[in-house]
């Protein structure tokens, strides 16, 4: 088969890359290719014969997976066993068994038909949620690879088939479906490019390179005889590690991960690759780094769970007050009542054996108070989550307008969790950013370019601009200054070379991807005319050569897309482009750009040929390229980050460096990502003996190769001449600097987990106003603390020593700084936070973090996500949410107390592990700031009152069984106490935990704060519960002995008569329905028709179903109860009076109190809902906007921070132009 992919096929990378494609030159000897051998080191992988490892001994998994939490022979158990892990279900089921016996008041089906219906509709609800999961399963393990059947020939299977040892072809932009070891690549020296965003979030594409010894199995039919052995270490998490050794041949070659392609991975930039499996399924490392589906239960619901314990000995005391009391009129009465037949006794009623019949009754005292313990709450609250998910899932403001994605809640159970939220864990690439950078502003010969400005400066000028007006009397709402950010901004100032100012009007232009910058002074090649055009060109050309990106062919648009190893380069190039330099070429030496000098000119076709490449890495922070121009002068160009090339300007290399490094503070300021550019021109005598002596170096074998490496890099690149600097904005998702803010203004922490090196981390932090100028960084790395990460002599305990050292420092400096507006930001990378992992050392690094306004952890693995994120929920107490959208974010999404999935580019594993999904990130401030803080009150609020009302009617039940002598009987009919919780409570409780709002969504957003009601736990503490229990035992004493001392001594008819138990209990009953929902109408703080109508309704159905009920066939369904409204109750007043007292007594109380507390100690929503009805908003908007800026938890992150520090900048600049103006005026 002939080789594909076209003119890149030819180029031989590793003859350009230094670091990054370090090829073994050796074989090892026996005693080496021996040592892997032994605990850890067991796997041997036969290649291209993978039917030897599906028997004994070896026996490896398939490359099935699964995410489900249950299969076909675990759903029942582990699904019944979740439902009674409610303490309030184990109850009812005991009350369900007891139900069977002779004892129970009540029949069997009143109680196990309401068991079996709540527990199996949760049970369905958790089955369609799994089916959901087995779906994607299912998806995935069906896709397709192309593996050798033998004989030579390929051909396409599931990957779910794939087995350890089978060679597979994976094509351009295909998935890895195994752990694979490279073979060869359509690239001739076995180099192909991999991108690693489902594994690490990384954007930028990874080199992989195959052994020397397997580069000629580049064709199908080679592989027809092709027999390997494998021995390596077994399966771990360990995503950047690997250790094995390939037999090949009757030789020996060291593997190292540079060799290794990753499950999940893609394959970019690189027509094909052959490979052999080495790890399937759950063997391979993404699926190691992958935790199981966790059954997650919200704080209230556990919280709930203590308050039925709470109730539940309640009952239990109550119930043996009732038996004792049974028990002792049982021994001393009941021989004294004739008319009940002392003699005839039986084993609930005998007066020689009280004890046996008290304990009789006990059984029944406990089915009979059962009403304390609602089972109709679960059911409600399940009806109550599900419609509360059904609005979240309708939000029009949290649908992604250009996909149509809307948000969704993949699961109900945690609905009032959003509203508790304390620390939020977010993933970076794809989850804050889009993978896109945009060249914004330069720096060149010490004059800065670039008219456009960033979010920071737009919103600062906003907001400043806003202050002017207000001074004018032209009033603007200021905190909303980011609504619209990009429009109305059409000219920019240009601080010119003389120190005057003016202002240039910005042309709207077509926009071109990773290209923002707007200035005539180098657009349409005007850069000629500028002073130092030298400086220009080389600043133009740096950019066009210094990097290492593959031009491809646009048919569309005739020009060239370039892919990149990193977005920064890719922004660079077309910037240079645009410019008028065009990067068109590349071959295995040279590279090829057009240089076109005015817009009236044809370009011009440059060679440069490359004599060597240094690349960038974090520790160098600096890329360097040396080549041979056309008139054959040899140039080193560099760019890195600016303190790396300022420390290595020669003397005469600094002209602009004064300038340059105010340019460099301002795009800082700015949210800008920058870097320095510098070049210097190489003798060729200079140049060759360099080249010897890298040559040399490159070519070396040992340990210390590396270093070599980067000690002869270093003598080259000195006695560099500054060019300038670039300055790009990444591209941040739609409205994440402004969801941030309002986050932080709420009083959330923001932690940031990703894979990426550092500095991009840093710079993203900048970017998303996590981190500004000013704020102190405490970095906690081994490597910049004097301890080599690769030093094999340095022991663990030695690093665990260093970094409790460094954890301890920055502890104690956060201890005694004074300045109250003083900031920190932690910064971790990957292999610290390994030990800061470990138990001895993950206390101190929590209270560490905590003290941090921020904290960015760089490097970090899925597992190390995931254990990370378990370390701030059980360290903190608190509720902790993470987001991401990749298969690397979906331990964490696992283990946090929320999970929140993004359904972005980076396929739907996020998703389908999460509790819920949204289509961006800035969506997460509606979910939270709006629907959390309603659900959390409404569910909260809802629990209360639910557990409020059956307080109130279930003691009475009580009160009546003792004002009887414990005789067990119910004060009220059957029907009554079965409608009670199922229909004439239901609905108005229902329709608070759906539609009850204390303020509207556009005020949850203005006064973030109030969000803090729910991580602070307002509405669900004790103080509150205890005293909607202290309302429903009040409320059951007024029904009960009111109506009692009303109906007992005296006639309620005209005709004399005096009340009955049944006329007593409907009347009784009556009042309860009348006070209970009067409540609840006093309660709510918003009405819609659907309230009024089940509030209401649910009393006149009371009525109606009276009169059904009394006008039913005699004693067949009404018994003693017909008629009861129509012709006992109705026509006598002292009903109608009595249930407007009992009802008026009973709510009173509860007015009379929250009457005292908006007077006297508001709520902030309380003060909110006063100046919304007396329209203070609009009548005074100056009250108005001092409240919400009150409204703002106290933060020191957040792009109202940053703003807040442009301003001051402004006022200054200001103030120091006020005075020239006056000079010039009076002159």
Same mark, same amino acid.
């Given at each position: ?239 950047? $590690? ?74 239990? #005391? ?56 609602? *089972? ?26 250009? $996909? ?27 989850? #804050? ?176 040929? !490359? ?62 990502? $920058? ?64 969801? !941030? ?12 987990? $990703? ?14 106003? #996590? ?171 809802? !629990? ?32 009554y106490m079965i409608l009670f919780n199922v229909i004439l409570t239901s609905l108005p409780v229902i329709s608070l935990g759906v539609f009850e709002q204390d303020v509207s969504s556009e005020i949850c957003l203005q006064f973030p704060a109030l969000y803090q009601q729910g991580p602070r736990n307002l509405f669900f503490d004790w103080y509150r519960i205890f005293g909607w229990m202290g309302n429903g035992i009040y409320s059951s004493i007024i029904i009960y002995f009111l109506n009692i001392h009303i109906f007992y001594n005296q006639a ?19 009042? !309860? *329905? ?79 109190? *929250? ?73």
């Open positions: 088969m002939a080789r594909g992919g076209g003119r890149q096929d030819k180029l031989r990378w590793s003859k350009l890359y230094t670091f990054s494609c370090i090829r073994p030159q050796v074989l090892l000897d026996d005693e080496q290719s021996h040592s892997l051998q032994g605990p850890g080191y067991s796997r041997v992988v036969h290649c291209n014969q993978p039917k030897l490892h599906r028997k004994k001994p070896l026996r490896y998994p398939t490359n099935h997976i699964s995410t489900t939490k249950y299969n076909i022979i675990s759903f029942l158990p582990k699904a019944i066993f979740e439902q009674f892990r409610r303490v309030a279900n184990l109850y009812f089921l005991l009350a369900a068994i007891l139900s069977l016996t002779p004892v129970t008041p009540f029949s069997a089906v009143s109680m196990i038909a309401p068991l079996a219906f709540v527990v199996g509709l949760s049970m369905a609800k958790e089955a369609l949620e799994d089916w959901r999961r087995f779906m994607q399963d299912v998806k995935i393990n069906s896709r397709k690879v192309n593996i050798h059947r033998g004989e030579g020939h390929f051909g396409y299977r599931h990957w779910q088939k794939l087995c350890v040892g089978d060679i597979v072809k994976v094509e351009k932009d295909q998935f890895f479906p195994a752990d694979l070891l490279l073979l060869s690549s359509s690239y001739e020296d076995g180099i192909c490019y991999v991108e690693t965003m489902n594994l690490d979030g990384e954007t930028n594409l990874k080199v992989k390179r195959s052994l020397e010894a397997t580069l000629p199995l580049d064709d199908d039919l080679v592989f027809k005889n092709f027999s390997a052995k494998i021995r390596c270490e077994d399966p771990n998490p360990n995503l950047y $590690t690997f250790v094995g050794n390939f037999e090949y041949k009757q030789q020996v070659y060291a593997l190292d991960p540079s060799q290794i392609l990753l499950r999940d991975s893609k394959l970019r930039n690189t027509t094909y690759v052959y490979g052999v499996v080495i790890f399937t399924g759950h063997d391979s490392k993404v699926m190691q780094n992958a935790t199981r589906s966790p059954s997650k239960r919200s704080k209230i619901e556990k919280k709930m769970d203590k308050i039925i314990y709470i109730l539940f000995t309640f009952l239990l #005391l109550i119930s043996l007050f009732s038996s004792v009391g049974y028990a002792a009129k049982t021994k001393i009465g009941m021989p004294h009542w004739w008319y009940l037949q002392p003699n005839k006794t039986s084993y609930i009623y005998n007066a020689s054996k009280p004890a046996l019949s008290g304990f009789y009754h006990l059984v029944t005292a406990l089915i009979l108070y059962g009403y304390l313990i609602p *089972i109709s709450l679960y059911v409600s609250i399940e009806v109550v989550k599900v419609l509360q998910a059904k609005f979240i899932n309708h939000d029009v403001h949290m649908c992604d307008e250009e $996909t149509g994605k809307p948000a969704q809640a993949r699961t109900s159970n945690l609905n009032e969790e959003l509203g508790q939220v304390d620390t939020i864990l977010s993933d970076k690439t794809g989850t #804050l950013t889009c993978n896109q950078m945009e060249f914004l502003k330069c720096s060149i010969a010490g004059v800065s370019y670039g008219v456009g400005s960033s979010e920071v400066e737009i919103a600062a000028a906003k907001h400043f601009a806003s202050e002017a007006s207000v001074t004018s009397e032209q009033h603007m709402n200021a905190q909303d200054f980011w609504e619209d950010t990009w429009g109305g901004f059409g000219s920019s100032e240009i601080e010119l070379e003389d120190g005057r100012s003016c202002w240039v009007k910005k042309q709207r232009r077509p926009a071109i991807k990773g290209f923002s910058f707007e200035d005539d002074r180098l657009m349409h090649g005007n850069w000629v005319k500028e002073p130092n055009v030298g400086t220009v060109h080389i600043f133009f050309r740096i950019l066009a050569i210094c990097h290492t990106a593959i031009p491809e062919s646009n048919e569309k648009t005739g020009g060239f897309t370039y892919e990149a190893e990193s977005p920064d380069e890719a922004a660079f190039l077309v910037a240079a482009r645009e410019f008028g330099l065009e990067f068109c070429k590349r071959t295995q030496s040279s590279v090829f750009v057009r240089e076109k000098y005015s817009s009236f000119e044809d370009p011009i076709e440059r060679e440069f040929k !490359i004599l060597n490449l240094m690349e960038f890495n974090s520790k160098r922070k600096r890329m360097s390229i040396i080549v041979r121009d056309e008139t054959g002068q040899i140039i080193l160009l560099c760019k890195g980050a600016d303190s790396v090339i300022l420390d290595r300007l020669s003397k005469n290399g600094r002209m602009f460096e004064t300038d340059t490094i105010k340019h460099l503070n301002e795009y800082g300021e700015a949210g800008l990502r $920058t870097l320095a550019l510098a070049f210097r021109f190489l003798e060729e005598s200079e140049y060759s003996a360099w080249n010897a002596e890298f040559l040399r170096a490159k070519t070396s074998m040992g340990n210390d190769r590396e270093a070599e490496l980067e000690r002869v890099s270093d003598i080259i690149e000195q006695d560099l001449i500054l060019v300038g600097a670039t300055a790009v904005e990444d591209k941040l998702q739609k409205g994440v600097p402004q969801c !941030i803010d309002k986050l932080a203004q709420a009083g959330l922490k923001i932690w940031v987990l $990703t894979g990426d090196k550092m500095e991009t981390a840093i710079n993203i932090g900048f970017a998303c106003s #996590l981190l500004r100028q000013g704020m102190k960084q405490i970095c906690l790395s081994l490597v910049s603390h004097g301890m080599p990460s690769r030093d094999s002599t340095i022991t663990a305990q030695a690093a665990k020593d260093n970094i409790l050292m460094q954890i301890t420092d920055a502890a104690q400096l956060i201890k005694l700084e004074k300045d109250p507006n003083a900031a920190f930001a932690l910064i971790v990378d990957g292999k610290t936070l390994t030990y800061c992992l470990e138990d001895d050392l993950k206390n101190p690094f929590l209270s560490l973090a905590v003290d941090c306004a921020s904290v960015i952890c760089c490097r970090v693995s899925p597992k190390q996500k995931a254990m990370l994120t378990r370390l701030v929920k059980e360290g903190t107490r608190q509720t902790t949410l993470a987001i991401g959208d990749g298969a690397n974010d979906v331990g964490m999404i696992q283990e946090a107390d929320i999970g929140i999935g993004i359904s972005g580019v980076e396929g739907m594993q996020a998703v389908m592990a999460s509790d819920f999904s949204i289509s961006q990130f800035r969506f997460l401030e509606r979910l939270l700031v709006v629907h959390g803080h309603w659900c959390y009150k409404r569910i909260a609020q809802m !629990i209360c009152y639910f557990f409020y009302k059956n307080i109130a009617f279930g003691l009475t039940i009580f009160y009546f069984e003792a004002y009887t002598g414990f005789s067990g009987q119910s004060v009220y009919d059957d029907w309620f008819r005209s005709d004399g008569h005096t009340a009955d138990m049944v006329a007593v209990g409907t009347a009784m009953f009556t009042c !309860i *329905i009348w006070a209970v929902n009067l409540q609840i109408a006093i309660t709510m703080s918003h009405f819609t028709w659907i309230q009024h109508l089940f509030v209401w309704g649910s009393v006149a159905t009371w009525y109606i179903f009276l009169v059904a009920y009394g006008m039913s066939s005699l004693h067949l369904i009404s018994g003693n109860s017909y008629q009861i409204l129509l012709e006992a109750l109705g026509p006598a007043p002292m009903y109608w009076a009595a249930t407007l007292l009992v009802t008026l007594a009973c709510n009173i109380p509860y007015l009379a109190h *929250i009457s005292f507390q908006r007077a006297l100690n508001p709520l902030d929503h309380h003060v909110i809902q006063e100046i919304k009805y007396y329209k203070k908003d609009v009548e005074d908007q100056h009250m108005w906007k001092r409240e919400r800026s009150r409204a703002r938890q106290k933060t020191k992150i957040g792009l109202t921070v940053r703003v807040d520090a442009k301003i001051r900048q402004l006022r200054e600049k200001l103030q120091k132009k006020m005075p020239s103006l006056g000079n010039q005026t009076q002159s």
